[in-house]
Structure formats: C-alpha cells, structure tokens
C-alpha cells in the first residue's frame, strides 16, 4: 500500500462514485427506456448518498493529493457536502417535476451529476489550473442543462446566451490567470501567496497584479452573477427547467463563491507569510462597491417582475451581492458569516424553487398572478413558502435573518458600515417584492382551480421550511459547521 | 413557577396557536374556545402579575440592584443563554415601564378575541395569527436582551399584515403593505444600530448596555473610525436609526401616514389592538432601549422631539376634525393622543416622563373604546361616514351612553383617565429645564381644543339633530358588544379617579430612569 497513486486514489473516492454514478444513470437510462424516469433518480439519489458518505469520512482530514493538485480539506468539504445535498434536492424535483418530459432523462441526471464533479474539482484545490477545468466542466454541463427542453424556444435562447456569456468570461478568467502564472511562475495559490518573487515584482509595480485579479475576478463575477456580469442571469434562469435553475441558483453559485473564497484568502487574506495581505484594503473596496451594485440592482430589478421565476433569478442577484458583503470584508470572520449565509441561502432558496416546481405543475405557468388565491387551495405548502419569503426578506426568526446578522456584524466591524446600511435597506425593497408572492397566494380571492396534492413535493419543501425556522432558532451547528469549515482555509492559505 | 411566568404569559398564546393550528378547519367552536381559552389563561397571570407578583421596589431598593448590575430593577428576571456565539440570552424580565403595558395587552387581545366573534369571515387562520401577534407583542414588552427584543420586535410584523391584508377593508392590501414596509424601514434601521452597540459593548444585555451609555463608555470607541457615520458622531447615529424605528410606530409626524390606512382597513378587533398597544410599543421602545443606550444625544435632541410630539399633537387634532370617515378620524386622534407621550418624554421631568407612560396605557383603553365603538355602528350600517347618521341617540340611547363616556375621555376631561396623563405631560413639560417647551406647552393646547371639537362635532352629527328614518329599525348594541367595551371604559374612569393605581408602580422606575439618565446630560 505504499503507492502513491493509490492513496491518492482513496482521497477522491467521493469524485470516482459520483463519476461512477453519473455514468451509471446513463447506461440505466438505455437498459429501462422507456420506463419512467425515477428509478434513474432512485440510482443518482443512492449514489449521492454514497458520495455523501465518503465526505463525512473525510470529516476533519487534510491531505494534498494527486501531485498536490487536489486539497482535501474542511473548506472544500463543506462546499462539497454542501453541493450533494443541494443536488439530492434537484434530483427530487426533477423526479416530481410534473412537466419534465419522460425520455431521455437519463442524460439529465448524468449532466448533473457531471456539473457536481467539475464542482467538486472546482472547490478542492489550489491550483489555478484545475480550478478552471472544473469551472468549465461546470459550465459545459450547465449550458446542456439549461437548453435541455429542445424544442423550447426560451430553452435554446437561454442556453445560447449562457454559452456566449460564460466562454468570453472563461477566457477573461483565463488570461488573468496566465498574468499571474507570468508574475510568479507558478500555478499554484499557495506557492504564489508565499511567492518572493511576486512580492517584489508588485511592490515595483502592482499594477499588473491589479490586472490580473480585476480579470479574474470578472470570470468569478460571472459565475456567482455580480453586477455587471449578471446579464445572463435572469433569461438563463427562467428559460431553463426549473430544477436546472434551481441547479444554478443554488449549487453553482455557491460553488463560484467557495473558488472565489479560496482564491481570495489564499492571495489576499492577511497573515504571516502572506506576501499580499497589505493589497487586502483595495480589494475590499473592489468588493464592497460590487456588493453595493449587485444588491441594489438585483432588488430593484426584481420588483418590475411579473414571473415568479424571473424574480427569484434576480432576487438571488441580490443575495449573491449580500454574501459579497461578508467577503467584502477579507478577514476569516468575514468569511465565515458569508459561509452562514450560503448554507442559509441554501434552505430558503431550494424551498421557494420547490414551491415553485409545484405550483408550475398545478397551473402550467409561473407568472406571480397565476398564484392568486391559490393559498386557500394548497395551504401548507404556502404557507411554508411564506416562511421561506421571510427569511429570504431576512426577518427573525428565521435563518435568513441570522446570516444576515452576521454579515451585517462582520461589516459594521470592519468599517464598512457605508455597505451595511445599504444591505438593511436594501432588504426594505426586497420585502416589497417578496410580500407581492405572499398577497396573490393569501390576500386574494381564492382561485376556481383546485391544486392537485403532491404529499412528496409538499413534505418535502415543509421540512426546507422546518430547517429555515428552526436553524434559526438554533444556529450553532450551522454556524460552527461553517466556521469550521474556514479554520482549514487558514492553515491551507498559510502553508 | 414565580420565575418563569413571565415565560408562560408571553408562550401560552403560542401554545394556543399550535392547538388551533391542529385543529380541523371546521370546528369553529373549538377553534374560537382555545383562542378564548390561551387569552385568559394570559389575562389571568397578567392580572395576578400586576396585581400581586409584582413588587412595588422603592427607588432605593431599585438603585441598590443597580450594584448586582441590573440598573433597572427588574424582577421576574430569566436569564438564559441562547445563542453563545454572539452572546445572545433569553433575558426577560419586568419592571415598573412594562408591568402595566402587559397587564393592559393581556386584556386587549383576550376583548379583541371576544370582539372577533362577531366577525363571520374569521376562521382558524384569523385566530392562530391573532395569538401569534400577542406573542410577539408579549415577548417586546419583557425582552431584557436586545437581540430578543428585535426578534419579538419582528414577529409581529408579519400576522398583522395578513390580519389586515387578508379580513380588511376594500383597499386592504394597499394598506398592509404600507404598514408593513414602513415599519420594516424603521426597524431595519434599528437592527443596525443594535448591531452596532453589540460590537462596541460586547453585549445585548439591556441593563447592561443602559449601564454602559450612562457612564459614557458606549461611544463607539472601539469600532473603524470610532464608529463615526457620514460625519455623524457614533451615539448621534445611534439615537436616529433608533429613533426613527419607533417613531415610526408610535406614529410620530412626519412617519405617520401609515396609521390612518391600516386603521381604516383593518377589522375593528385588529384596530383595536392597533390602537390600544402596537402603538404603545414605539413609545416604550424609546424608553427602554432608545434614549437610555444615548442619552447624550437624547439630551441634545431632546428638543426636536418635544417639536415632533406637538406637531404630532396638533396637526392629528387638527385633521381629525376634517374627516367624515368615523374610523380616520378616530386614527387621527391617536397620532395627536401619542404626541402627548413624545412630548411628555422629550422633557425630562419626572411629571412629563410618568404622564407620558400613563398617557400610553390610557390611550391604549381610549382608543381600543372608541374603535370598538366605531365597530358597533359599522357592523349595523356599513358604513362610517359621520355626515351619514344623525339622532341616533333616540334609537341607540345605551349605545349612545358609553359613546359619550368614549369620548369624553378621549378628550380629556376631568374625572377621567385621559385628563390626568395629559394634564401631567402638559405640566411636566411646562417644568422643563429648557424654558422653550413652554412655547411648545402653549402651542400644544392648540390640540386639546381640536379634540374637543373634532369630538363634539362628531357626537353632534352622528347621534344629535334629527332622526335618520334610514335607520329606524337599527338594533341596539348587543351585550357581546357590551361586554367588550365595559372593561376598556370602567379603567378609563378607575384610572381617572385614582390614577395612583398605575403611578404608584411606575413611579420608581420613573424616577430611576431619570436620575440615572440626567447624571450624564
């Protein structure tokens, strides 16, 4: 057992059986054609599950793989759990999404489970290079996904965007990277925030290190869709189906968020050994003015909305621009609280795409009006989404409402107070346009349709609800969990 | 038992709201029972609280607590951690600002539950939202921690805008989003404010943070740029978002122009509880948490607010008596009634302070009087408009009786509960050490001779002059109507009798207030 490939092989076992399963669900897909799709999803669920599995076993270890491309770490743990149980969720919607079509899902749950790999990859290592591949392996999966219904115009329209947007900001990305490879000759972030070389080439003259990280920052801009880069946000996200968009909303930008995570505190985050720390301060007004922008604009832009899912496309626009306060702030606890707030994000949001799958399946259209009175028709569920729409408003007692407070705390306490009133105002908008959900269900007269029961979906988004109210009652295991989680960040980044 | 009651009063309307949340839709009966039943249960433990529980301290027992670091002298204090990581606590615990404020909600939402019976439209939602609210006003009232406080602060929010937007009026949702959205504006700005003190002291403990701004160690000094906000000194900020956030509950002009709609839109039973202590909860906050956390802003601004409560006082006065609409002018009334509470405050004297306390529990039974009074005509004729009645004296004359009581006092006249917390504000006021809130005494009077007239003249057309033959067979008011009313009017005329019923244990806390605000302005 001495070789080393082979160890090396145990330490990404969570990638090889989600790789096995991804092509398992294909091949299964060919052997019961014809058969409904949810045995497939019954064989991507127990292969999620068993990725999930390997993670919890690689709880708390460290351990660089692969020729050092691959970190094992809490920080990449986190994101990946974190990925599998927001792809868990798609999955179940996918398999109650009632106007998916029933051929050919097979590759449905296989370009899934590939955009989890290229995350994986993504999120796990230091080294520039895998990084970017695991970012295009993410986004190759994602434009199939989002023109997954052919014959839908919106579908082709969305994906062809989503194709020109993200191959010009892959390439941004890219030449940014090869800026920094030229001023450290290496690929690696450790090795480059440890750098003599770039220390004193950037004391020279930062101005190319400036350039650099603006252009690869653009190509994170993208991904996590921060104002100015947001454009194909919201038509990819309401021509896509809409487990697909929840895909987007939810796991892929969380994943953009932990790579930028890692890049930044690599490069910039402040502490011994680090040659860049002292350039943290530019960044952060970078940041902090994206922040501003992303989450006015978001919110503002969401209000003139008549479709639900377009306002939830851009409402997560505006929620990408809150977690960017917390990061805006560059130090670990910064960090930390934007942490919170994703996995807060990730209860809230995946609950009001699931209100959103069913509510598409009982009227065929996801326009807000079309939901007029339909709380007296499906009242559990509504008024689950209602919890939802208070914590994504960020009201107590909710866990939107605590990872807001942490984000919040974290700016006050690095001076950004500026940004923090912004951000509380900024929430005044967004209730206007959340509350417009909550009056067509309730306030309404009640709808002639009746809403047919789907007990699954339903028990389902009740228990995101549960776990939305309840986390924020109890916050300590989500925010030691992320806090955790940024503890390994700090000895991968110092080393 | 005697520690955690404070904890069963604020949790037994949730209890409640679980019950009825299990309940079948259909039963009504059941339904309506457990409301009735979680609202007295509460009724009776605020009762006993204010009647016996709580211990009259004098003002040296309260200073001597002030050594074991409880600066207010709270009693029935639970303290217990919550949230570690940012040190929040489940702190709760009474004094002598909120004993009467939770004794006189008690009362209202177990009237307001009675008073929903009436209401054919209410059903199990209307009922579970209605105990939902009690909690949340509960929880405000003996909340001790700042970040409990704003948690109950916020959870009001949302059953009131359904009760409003879902069982009101014809423009019902315009009305609940608009109180929902200022309110949100205001308190979004005080949770900033919060976040902000936490940072500087390192704790949401109320007496705590009291304890620190008095001795003039909560400045800011240890946040970026010592806390300074657009050229804004930290405590001046601080003072503002607060401010504002209560303010715009209160309401005070220039925040008040939500009040008149959801008052107008709202069934009575959720007017009622409106008027008679959401509103209170603005005052209170001001007390508890605003003008102790920067008392040197306070003092610099003391001013300006006493110019907001007359500005308040006169310009609701004033459009009260240009309405025909029963329900707006009674809304306006209480913007006027609450610039007594603001002025009262602003000048720092123990007359003004305590009026202004006694003000806020007296308009709480005036107020929830008159809209319940405007809910007996409503129900009958539906419709408000005053210019639309007339002699209804001679077919309603028992109604008319307790209207005539309503009103008078409202208006403040001697012998009734209103005339003393008024007459006492306008005194304390007049005592002031900045001799300028004397003009504002005399400016303020403007208001009382408003009231009376926009009173008066309603009387006059509604139940005065002649008979409406529209409305000869009307029936008279019922004994649930009765019933729900006789208990609002009764204190008005007990505490305007014998006003040392609430003075007497508000009065430590009072004077507490103030010495231990005026040792740093």
């Known amino acids: ?495 | 038992m005697q520690s955690q009651i404070l904890t069963w009063i604020t949790f037994l309307p949730l209890i409640g709201m679980a019950v009825i949340l299990l309940l079948p839709k259909t039963s009504m009966n059941a339904i309506k029972g457990v409301s009735l039943a979680a609202t007295f249960l509460a009724m009776v433990l605020g009762t006993w609280l204010y009647f016996y529980g709580f211990e009259q301290k004098s003002l040296a027992e309260i200073e001597a607590a002030r050594a074991t670091g409880d600066i207010l002298g709270a009693q029935f204090v639970q303290r217990i951690d919550w949230i570690d990581s940012i040190k929040a606590q489940y702190y709760v615990g009474i004094d002598g600002l909120s004993v009467a404020l939770v004794w006189l909600t008690t009362v209202l939402l177990f009237v307001g539950v009675i008073a929903s019976f009436g209401m054919e439209k209410a059903g199990k939602a209307y009922y579970a939202l209605l105990l939902m609210l009690e909690v949340g006003i509960l929880g405000v009232f003996v909340s001790l921690d700042l970040f409990l406080f704003y948690v109950f602060w916020e959870v009001m929010l949302l059953p009131m805008y359904f009760l409003i937007g879902i069982w009101g009026g014809p423009r019902r949702e315009y009305a609940a989003i608009k109180f929902f959205l200022y309110t949100l504006a205001g308190s979004v700005l005080m949770l900033v404010a919060i976040v902000a003190l936490r940072l500087d002291s390192g704790t949401f403990s109320i007496p705590q943070l009291t304890e620190l701004a008095v001795s003039g160690k909560l400045l800011g000094m240890s946040l970026p740029a010592n806390g300074v906000l657009l050229g804004m000194d930290f405590t001046t900020w601080v003072f503002w978002f607060l401010f504002v956030g209560f303010a715009i509950k209160v309401p005070v002009w220039p925040f008040h122009t939500w009040l008149p709609d959801a008052h107008v839109e709202a069934p009575t039973p959720i007017s009622v509880i409106l008027a008679g202590i959401l509103l209170k909860l603005g005052g209170y906050g001001m007390l508890r948490a605003c003008f102790p956390l920067a008392p040197d802003a306070f003092h610099e601004s003391a001013f300006i607010l006493g110019v907001l409560g007359v500005i308040s006082i006169v310009y609701g006065a004033f459009v009260a008596l240009g309405q025909s609409d029963f329900k707006k002018m009674v809304a306006y009334s209480s913007v006027s009634h609450m610039g007594y509470v603001l002025l009262g405050m602003a000048a720092f004297t123990v007359w003004g302070m305590e009026g202004a306390v006694l003000q806020m529990f007296n308009h709480g039974t005036s107020s929830a009087a008159l809209f319940l009074i405007v809910g007996v005509i409503y129900d009958r004729a539906h419709h408000r408009d005053l210019n639309g009645f007339g002699g209804l004296s001679q077919l309603m004359p028992r109604y008319w009786a307790l209207t005539t009581l309503g009103f008078f006092a409202a208006l403040g006249l001697p012998g009734l509960a209103g005339f003393v917390s008024e007459a006492m504000t306008l005194v304390g006021s007049f005592q002031a050490a900045d001799t300028r809130f004397q003009v504002l005494v005399l400016i303020s009077t403007l208001g009382i001779v408003f009231t009376a007239a926009f009173l008066l003249y309603a009387m006059q057309r509604v139940f005065l002059g002649k008979k409406n033959a529209k409305y000869e067979g009307i029936e008279e008011i019922n004994f649930r109507e009765v019933f729900c009313q006789a208990p609002f009017l009764f204190l008005c005329v007990l505490f305007g009798i014998l006003p040392y019923l609430l003075l007497d244990w508000m009065h430590p806390s009072v004077q507490n207030l103030i010495n231990i605000l005026k040792v740093q302005g």
């Open chain 1, 1 to 495: 057992m001495n070789n080393p490939y082979l160890d090396g092989l145990a330490s990404i076992a969570p990638e090889i059986v989600l790789t096995v399963t991804a092509l398992a669900a294909l091949v299964f897909d060919l052997v019961v054609k014809g058969r409904e799709s949810v045995r497939v999803g019954y064989l991507s669920l127990a292969g999620l599950a068993a990725t999930a599995w390997f993670l919890f076993g690689q709880w708390g270890t460290e351990s660089h793989t692969a020729f050092g491309m691959v970190s094992i770490d809490q920080f990449g743990n986190f994101f990946k759990l974190f990925t599998v149980a927001a792809l868990a969720v798609v999955v179940l919607y996918v398999m109650h999404d009632r106007r998916e079509r029933k051929s050919g899902v097979g590759e449905y749950y296989f370009l899934l489970l590939g955009a989890a790999i290229g995350i994986f990859f993504m999120v796990s290592t230091s080294n520039l290079l895998l990084m970017v591949l695991g970012f295009e392996l993410l986004s190759l999966s994602s434009y199939s996904l989002a023109g997954f219904h052919k014959g839908n115009r919106k579908s082709a329209e969305a994906s062809m965007k989503y194709v020109i947007f993200g191959g010009l900001s892959t390439g941004i990305m890219v030449y940014g990277i090869s800026l920094l490879y030229g001023l450290t000759g290496t690929i690696d972030l450790a090795q480059m925030a440890t750098s003599p070389n770039l220390l004193a080439q950037v004391s020279a003259n930062p101005i190319p290190l400036g350039i650099a990280t603006v252009l690869i920052l653009a190509g994170f801009a993208y991904k996590i869709s921060l104002a100015p880069f947001h454009f194909w946000t919201p038509d990819v996200y309401e021509g896509a189906p809409t487990p697909v968009t929840t895909f987007l909303a939810v796991a892929s930008k969380a994943a953009g968020f932990g790579a930028l995570l890692r890049f930044l505190g690599a490069l910039f985050v402040g502490q011994s050994g680090n040659a860049l720390g002292s350039y943290g301060e530019r960044v952060t007004l970078m940041l902090a003015l994206l922040a501003a922008i992303t989450m006015t604009l978001g919110n503002f832009a969401a209000l003139r909305q008549s479709s639900l899912k377009r306002m939830l496309a851009y409402s997560s626009i505006a929620h990408a621009g809150y977690v960017m306060v917390g990061i805006a702030c560059m130090t670990r606890e910064g960090f930390s609280a934007a942490m919170y707030y994703l996995a807060a994000y990730y209860f809230m949001n995946l609950g009001a795409f699931g209100f959103l799958v069913y509510f598409e399946g009982v009227t065929g259209s996801d326009t807000i009006d079309s939901l007029k009175g339909m709380g007296f028709k499906a009242p559990l569920i509504s008024m689950v989404m209602v919890a939802f729409l208070v914590s994504l408003t960020g009201l107590p007692p909710t866990v939107g409402f605590y990872g807001k407070y942490l984000l919040f705390v974290e700016g006050v306490d690095e001076g950004l107070m500026w940004l923090v009133v912004i951000a509380a105002l900024n929430s005044v908008v967004s209730l206007f346009y959340y509350l417009r959900v909550a009056k067509a269900l309730f306030l309404n007269k009640p709808a002639e349709a009746d809403a047919a029961p789907a007990p699954l979906l339903t028990g389902f988004v009740t228990v995101l609800g549960l776990a939305t109210v309840g986390f924020g009652l109890y916050v300590a295991p989500l925010e030691s969990w992320a806090n955790r989680s940024l503890d390994l960040l700090k000895a991968a980044s110092g080393s």
